[in-house]
């Protein structure tokens, strides 16, 4: 080897050295928390944790006091060990919890006390900011590993709790803005986290009376006792408040869930069809009659000839347009009275309730806000303005029961809206028309098929109905069985502590779906069926005015209520004779 090259080898072997001498102390270094919380550090991360220490709850603390010193500078920290030194209380209580068991196991995601509070920008409970915070410790602390896709792949947990708070009328309620509702840690605490099976738990089945009655006064043990809780005497929300596909109770509320979604598809879908057909019909009618009334007057016209003698002074010339317009002002001009004032108040009463309800009812499940108005305030004007348009819809329903039953007239409508049960079928077209499945009686069903057929043109005429049509009976069946379900279930969320203390949480679940459910179906059946008969449909719009003057035109009687039209005027030939 020449020594040009020998030279150029031991270069090269100097230069490893070296870079291998300057290693050693970096990679020592970086076994102690890689230098930079050395108390000469000036690097970025570390001032920006120094500017959080000295925002936070610790500011009179200097690093050293958790890392501790080294001759390698800040030693890497035993989060729950050092926090120990100065929170004794608190570490009692975290010891022996489902999170210290998680520590102590080095199990992944386990909550140690930085987790939930941080590290150097530890917060006070009080500060609304804070992760611990009760107006935030759901969302920001305990959804951060509770919420199903981050535990699920390492502990194979099936149930997203987090979702179900966020569901719950808790949940519901937080979002909008109520400080007042229960987070995570009202029921299972901040640092002794106990499983339910524990009898030490807070949410331990005979504990759920203290941890729920401190909102929830008036829970209690001392009442029915059925089933499993037989033994235990526990009642109280018993079952499991989480929802749980395993459990027989949540598997009802399951299906209830399912058919009510059938249930909608099928109503809905069977009103936009029908009302699309009537719409057909009715334009039909109209560009008909228009068509008529064209066709009369042009051959007047066609055939005058300069032969044909005009008229003189004082005749008078009707022409068949003439005619027919006079007609149509008749039959509009006469007027029939149709609902009395005291129906067209409870009418208005039911619409402005119902109204309120619905708009403070989804503003609830859908986080609406009101502009101008902080999230707190408007959780509790929320609250208030549906309970007492709950109210004022329970008095009107009973005040209806009672005009109904006690007033001739009452009892007249009554005759005329309730159906005839001459068969099994007219009695299972009732219960169908309870759940908004099509009119109440066999002899409703034939109306409608023939005034479809009419509509499509398969038919000369629409049906001969009476005083009330099948579309009305059909509303107000359904009307009648959707308010008898929302004001029981109503009232079960209403009063829930002396509810559950009878019954098992899942049924309180049952009541929120079926509730939740027949509102949707109660306002598109308002919004699809009733506005378009009211409102849409070309013979009334852009609204009908027979609910304002209690009175309805000839036109309109003959289409939709023959059989009544035709009674009256008998009556009417009988007084003049």
């Known amino acids: 080897m020449s020594s040009s090259a020998r030279k150029t080898t031991n270069r090269l072997k100097l230069a490893i050295l070296i870079l291998f001498a300057l290693a050693i102390p970096v990679f020592l270094l970086a076994q102690h928390g890689g230098g930079e919380g050395m108390m000469n550090s000036s690097s970025p991360q570390v001032e920006e944790k120094r500017r959080q220490l000295a925002a936070s709850v610790h500011k009179e603390l200097d690093c050293a006091t958790c890392h501790g010193e080294s001759e390698h500078g800040f030693e890497k920290l035993d989060p729950v060990a050092t926090c120990a030194d100065c929170h004794q209380p608190q570490m009692q209580a975290f010891k022996g919890s489902v999170h210290a068991v998680s520590v102590d196991a080095g199990?992944?995601?386990?909550?140690?006390?930085?987790?939930?509070?941080?590290?150097?920008?530890?917060?006070?409970?009080?500060?609304?900011?804070?992760?611990?915070?009760?107006?935030?410790?759901?969302?920001?602390?305990?959804?951060?590993?509770?919420?199903?896709?981050?535990?699920?792949?390492?502990?194979?947990?099936?149930?997203?709790?987090?979702?179900?708070?966020?569901?719950?009328?808790?949940?519901?309620?937080?979002?909008?803005?109520?400080?007042?509702?229960?987070?995570?840690?009202?029921?299972?605490?901040?640092?002794?986290?106990?499983?339910?099976?524990?009898?030490?738990?807070?949410?331990?089945?005979?504990?759920?009376?203290?941890?729920?009655?401190?909102?929830?006064?008036?829970?209690?043990?001392?009442?029915?006792?059925?089933?499993?809780?037989?033994?235990t005497g526990a009642t109280f929300a018993s079952g499991g408040v989480h929802y749980n596909p395993d459990a027989t109770g949540y598997r009802i509320v399951d299906f209830v869930r399912v058919m009510y979604l059938m249930m909608i598809t099928l109503t809905i879908g069977f009103m936009v069809t029908h009302n699309a057909i009537d719409l057909y019909g009715r334009l039909r009618d109209r560009f008909r009659r228009r068509k008529h009334a064209g066709a009369l007057k042009s051959p007047g016209k066609e055939n005058q000839t300069s032969e044909q003698p005009l008229p003189s002074e004082g005749d008078v010339v009707v022409s068949a347009e003439s005619v027919s317009n006079l007609k149509a002002a008749s039959k509009a001009e006469k007027k029939y009275p149709r609902f009395t004032l005291n129906e067209r108040i409870q009418h208005w009463t039911l619409a402005a309730s119902f109204i309120l309800l619905v708009l403070t009812g989804f503003a609830l499940k859908y986080t609406w806000q009101v502009p101008l108005l902080e999230p707190q305030e408007w959780a509790l004007w929320r609250g208030f303005l549906h309970r007492a348009a709950a109210v004022v819809f329970i008095v009107l329903s009973v005040y209806h029961v009672v005009y109904m039953l006690l007033t001739r007239r009452g009892r007249d409508n009554l005759r005329a809206f309730l159906p005839k049960i001459r068969s099994i079928r007219d009695f299972l077209c009732?219960?169908?028309?309870?759940?908004?499945?099509?009119?109440?009686?066999?002899?409703?069903?034939?109306?409608?098929?023939?005034?479809?057929?009419?509509?499509?043109?398969?038919?000369?005429?629409?049906?001969?109905?009476?005083?009330?049509?099948?579309?009305?009976?059909?509303?107000?069946?359904?009307?009648?069985?959707?308010?008898?379900?929302?004001?029981?279930?109503g009232?079960?969320?209403?009063?829930?502590?002396?509810?559950?203390?009878?019954?098992?949480?899942?049924?309180?679940?049952?009541?929120?779906?079926?509730?939740?459910?027949?509102?949707?179906?109660?306002?598109?059946?308002?919004?699809?069926?009733?506005?378009?008969?009211t409102m849409f449909n070309p013979d009334v719009f852009p609204l009908s005015t027979t609910m304002i003057t209690g009175e309805i035109d000839q036109e309109e009687m003959e289409r939709n209520h023959r059989l009544e039209l035709e009674t009256i005027e008998k009556e009417e030939q009988q007084k003049s004779s």
């Not at 699920?152 to 708070?165: I, T």
């Not at 409703?444 to 038919?459: E, P, R, S």
């Not at 002396?498 to 598109?524: D, G, K, Q, S």
């Open 107 to 231: 199990k992944p995601n386990a909550a140690s006390c930085v987790a939930c509070h941080g590290s150097h920008e530890v917060m006070k409970i009080a500060d609304p900011q804070s992760p611990v915070s009760k107006f935030r410790v759901t969302e920001a602390t305990c959804a951060t590993c509770h919420d199903k896709d981050v535990l699920s792949p390492v502990r194979g947990l099936p149930r997203n709790f987090v979702a179900d708070y966020r569901e719950s009328f808790h949940g519901l309620s937080a979002a909008l803005g109520d400080q007042r509702v229960a987070n995570c840690a009202s029921c299972h605490s901040y640092h002794a986290i106990l499983p339910s099976s524990n009898p030490l738990s807070t949410v331990h089945e005979k504990n759920l009376v203290q941890t729920c009655g401190a909102c929830h006064t008036g829970a209690s043990n001392a009442a029915f006792v059925t089933g499993a809780n037989f033994a």
């Open 491 to 533: 009232l079960i969320l209403w009063f829930e502590t002396p509810f559950l203390n009878r019954f098992p949480y899942w049924t309180i679940e049952l009541a929120t779906a079926v509730h939740y459910f027949e509102a949707i179906l109660a306002t598109l059946s308002i919004l699809v069926w009733h506005f378009y008969f």
């Open 430 to 489: 009732s219960c169908l028309a309870c759940f908004r499945l099509g009119p109440p009686s066999v002899a409703d069903w034939k109306a409608l098929i023939q005034m479809v057929k009419y509509n499509l043109g398969f038919a000369a005429a629409p049906p001969a109905m009476g005083r009330f049509n099948y579309a009305e009976k059909f509303e107000y069946f359904g009307l009648v069985w959707g308010s008898t379900v929302m004001i029981v279930t």
